[in-house]
């Protein structure tokens, strides 16, 4: 969300800062990152099955955590503009569109699906060291908030 928002914002149009914070998410997924839940599919099904099952709170919590610090950065880090804010809930419409095909999958979702997590996240089925998947999340956190900081 936070480099959504700051690719967002470099943007005079506010259009264009719409399409830029959506591709973002994609062109951020390119790169070796952490899933801090591992079957997104899997702990939907269980959710729609049943709340009580200990690993879909747990993931549904890291979700929630997630989301909140991010909105907490983006409250910190910018004077609180609400194109910020459809910045970053563009930005993680891709994601949303997973949790719509696991809910209601369709053949429109799967051929969305399809793309986004074989094509583009193809590097979740390399072995990266750990290492690196760390150090592109913090470069990337880092580079956002210098747009935030000295750009914006």
């Known amino acids: 969300m936070l ?9 005079q149009n506010f259009t264009y800062g719409i399409i830029a914070a959506f591709l973002s998410h994609y062109f951020l997924d390119l790169f070796p990152h952490i899933e801090y839940i591992k079957d ?3 702990t ?23 989301f909140l ?13 609400m194109h910020f804010f459809v910045f970053a ?19 429109a979702s799967q051929k969305h699906h399809d793309i986004h997590t ?8 390399k ?9 592109s999340q913090l470069f990337i956190l880092a580079i956002s908030v210098a747009i935030l900081r000295f750009f914006i």
């Open 3 to 11: 480099f959504g928002v700051a690719i967002g914002a470099l943007y």
């Open 44 to 66: 939907i099904q269980k959710i729609r099955g049943t709340f009580n099952n200990k690993e879909s709170i747990k993931n549904t919590s890291k979700v929630f955590a997630d």
């Open 127 to 135: 072995k990266i060291p750990i290492f690196w998947q760390i150090f």
């Open 89 to 107: 809930l563009v930005s993680i419409l891709p994601d949303g569109a997973t949790i719509i095909h696991s809910l209601f999958p369709s053949k």
């Open 40 to 42: 997104v599919e899997g």
């Open 69 to 81: 610090i991010g909105i907490l950065l983006i409250l910190f880090l910018t004077k609180a503009n």
């Open 118 to 125: 074989e094509k583009i996240q193809f590097l979740k089925y």
